[in-house]
């Protein structure tokens, strides 16, 4: 069937007054469009009711909207599933960002133009994967307050839920607290532990199902259709759609801390002495008690991160010590008081207590003695270093994440969550914490960073509303974050393969199976669309309806490349969609200025980038070529993972092509930003066109 394009250009924001709008006319009719039209201002109520009337009267199922960016006026243009639209930025990246009137800026739109035809041209609408029998059950791995209270949130919000825990009862550290914090106003009074009314409130609820003394043989699949094997005597099979997995954490190992004195009689960790005081509760405490803060934490002999719920851990301690024992002495020594919030009203009410003592120091020697222990502390707040002699230390010992080894996940890359380098399970910290490398399974609480009790309940809420979502996302066929709504899938040609297994390697998601031969099996409900297996695949195997490899080297191939006599050097510039994108958008609203002279192409990540566009690219006579992405790194900022840092290792590969076409490695470039660097963007594109003017005209023009 052919397809129908409609074109619309639009002429206001300043638009029509830096380009001719004519001439674009005159190019999408020469590309023999079905129809074009022109408006000046498409984002009205009139302007939408021109392009959706030529929709119904000219059953046009392709449009292209050249105008703003697509970041922008999402909610007006919003037509139609059957109809594909392209949006074509000519106002942020070209007559915002270039000097207006000029050649080179309208040849820019002209280019801009040609690429989004031919794309539309050589792409389908997509149609989702929908797998068969989805389940709409999650299941919750861990049973303290974060497992607790996200079934009872996710229960509430009509989903079944499957609760395992290896413990023979639910409630994990919380069985055994003497008390909490005050979570409300006047933070004067500590609370009893709230484990109980949990359980109680868990009881009441139909749709929870409790599996104590219960480990996990195994669990398969993809979201909608994991299938659990549970053992408890006997194995048991159970089908979820989604996984919350909140394994808690455990103590710092105290017997690697001797030099506060472990190990000596009357020096406890903050865990044994909570322990201590709920199970003797009439018995006398000692006169002397002294608390030692990040005990072990931030050190980087230790642990080097701050553990978040030790110096409320410490102040709670303090405050029934003096409400258990009216003539005990509290004196706590600490780096920093973190009380995060409104925690702040709680550490100032125990301030007021004249016997708790404060001093900001460092333990310089712990020399236990015959009936006391001595203390030296030095770098005080007063200046001068002081001894304390003490009945008993209290060692605010950190947190350590339990590990997810024991979920026994049946995917190529492992069996559990893949960690960071403090072993908290791995998520993207600033867009979509939840999230693991494994798509439909998220944590929450002490497993994803350190956390106090109701910081914990608070993520217990986030991640079973992400379980939920994956499961309505994948009843519709979508993918979830970053790409989330996106209704593409892999699709693999199969009889190109040669078994080389670097999609299945360079997936972060894990959603490649392989067979005994090598042989990718795709799981399509674990993909996020990122397109890095498109990138890795050196046969064209992998392609996505509406991103393939034809697809982009056809908007290569359109671009009008000037030959080496007009001195207008042609550079192409591939963008990630989450950072380099919205960065470059950011500069043309700022009025910054670039060379005309490149040529955006935003593509899902760095790492979907085939060597073929860089073949076909030079093979244009495009003078260089420009990566721009988000950064790489262990606090990585790229939204798929490791996307950025392929680009890198890739390079040999790429190097290997210049070296093939006998051209200079500087004619490709791959620079990191994150969102808000729009600023460098003019910087980083002028510098590399300067570059390439220096080094000259690409050679592959003459041919």
């Avoid at 009889?495 to 080389?500: F, L």
């Amino acid at each position: 069937m052919d397809k129908k394009v409609g074109v619309y250009i639009c002429s206001g924001c300043e638009i029509g007054k830096n380009l001719d709008i004519e001439k674009l006319n005159q190019i999408a009719t020469e590309q023999n469009v079905t129809i074009c039209k022109n408006h000046s201002s498409l984002c009205s109520v009139e302007g939408f009711d021109l392009i959706n009337n030529d929709i119904q009267q000219k059953n046009l199922d392709r449009i292209i909207i050249a105008a703003c960016s697509p970041r922008v006026k999402t909610e007006v243009f919003d037509f139609p599933e059957n109809v594909l639209l392209e949006r074509t930025n000519i106002r942020e990246q070209v007559a915002w960002c270039m000097e207006p009137g000029e050649e080179d800026t309208q040849m820019a739109a002209e280019d801009y133009l040609r690429m989004s035809i031919t794309k539309v041209t050589n792409t389908e609408i997509p149609k989702p994967f929908i797998a068969e029998n989805i389940s709409s059950d999650i299941l919750v791995v861990g049973g303290g307050i974060t497992g607790i209270t996200a079934a009872i949130d996710g229960t509430k919000a009509g989903y079944k839920v499957y609760i395992i825990e290896k413990e023979e009862k639910l409630g994990g550290w919380l069985n055994k607290l003497h008390k909490q914090i005050p979570y409300a106003a006047p933070y004067d009074e500590l609370i009893n532990p709230e484990i109980e009314d949990k359980l109680k409130e868990l009881e009441k609820l139909d749709k929870v199902q409790i599996h104590t003394s219960t480990t996990i043989k195994e669990i398969s699949g993809q979201p909608g259709q994991f299938d659990v094997h549970l053992l408890n005597g006997k194995e048991e099979k159970i089908t979820v759609g989604s996984i919350v997995t909140a394994t808690g954490w455990q103590p710092y190992n105290a017997n690697k801390l001797s030099h506060l004195g472990y190990g000596k009689p009357n020096i406890l960790t903050n865990v044994e002495f909570e322990e201590f005081v709920k199970n003797n509760t009439n018995k006398e405490l000692p006169k002397n008690i002294l608390f030692i803060q990040c005990a072990g934490s931030r050190d980087k002999n230790h642990l080097p991160y701050c553990s978040s719920f030790c110096c409320g851990t410490s102040l709670k301690q303090a405050k029934y010590i003096r409400d258990l024992s009216p003539d005990s002495n509290v004196f706590i020594v600490y780096k920093d008081i973190r009380t995060l919030g409104l925690y702040e009203e709680f550490y100032k009410k125990v301030q007021k207590d004249d016997q708790i003592f404060f001093t900001k120091g460092e333990i310089e020697k712990v020399i236990p003695e015959k009936n006391n222990i001595s203390v030296q502390v030095k770098d005080t707040l007063i200046g001068d270093d002081i001894s304390l002699s003490v009945d008993m230390i209290v060692l605010a010992t950190g947190m350590v994440p339990n590990g997810t080894e024991d979920l026994n996940l049946s995917y190529r890359l492992g069996k559990g969550l893949p960690e960071l380098k403090y072993n908290f399970s791995d998520s993207h910290f600033i867009c979509f914490p939840y999230e693991t490398r494994r798509t439909g399974i998220y944590t929450a609480g002490c497993l994803r960073a350190p956390m106090d009790i109701a910081s914990s309940k608070s993520d217990a809420s986030g991640a079973i509303l992400k379980a939920i979502q994956t499961i309505e996302a994948t009843k519709r066929g979508e993918s979830v974050h970053p790409r989330s709504g996106d209704k593409s899938y892999p699709d693999l040609f199969m009889d190109r393969c040669t078994d080389c297994k670097r999609c299945t390697e360079e997936c972060p998601f894990g959603s490649y199976d392989e067979n005994e031969k090598g042989t990718p099996l795709p799981n399509p409900n674990r993909c996020r669309r990122c397109g890095i297996c498109l990138g890795s695949c050196p046969e064209r195997v992998i392609n996505f309806t509406d991103y393939s490899i034809n697809s982009i080297s056809a908007m290569i191939k359109s671009v009008e490349v000037p030959d080496e006599f007009e001195e207008k050097p042609r550079i192409l510039v591939f963008v990630c969609e989450n950072d380099a994108y919205p960065a470059i958008d950011m500069a043309g609203q700022k009025g910054l200025k670039y060379s005309p002279y490149v040529r955006v192409i935003s593509v899902r990540c760095l790492g979907s980038i085939n060597k073929v566009w860089i073949s076909d690219a030079l093979s244009k006579g495009f003078d260089g070529i420009l990566q721009i992405g988000c950064k790489p790194g262990d606090d990585y900022q790229c939204h798929f993972i490791h996307g950025s840092e392929l680009t890198e290792t890739r390079g040999e590969n790429i190097q290997e092509t210049l070296e093939t076409m006998m051209l200079e490695p500087e004619r490709i470039k791959t620079e990191f930003v994150e969102i808000t660097d729009f600023e460098k963007i003019p910087q980083i594109i002028n510098d590399y066109v300067e570059e390439i003017e220096l080094i000259g005209s690409n050679p592959f023009k003459e041919l």
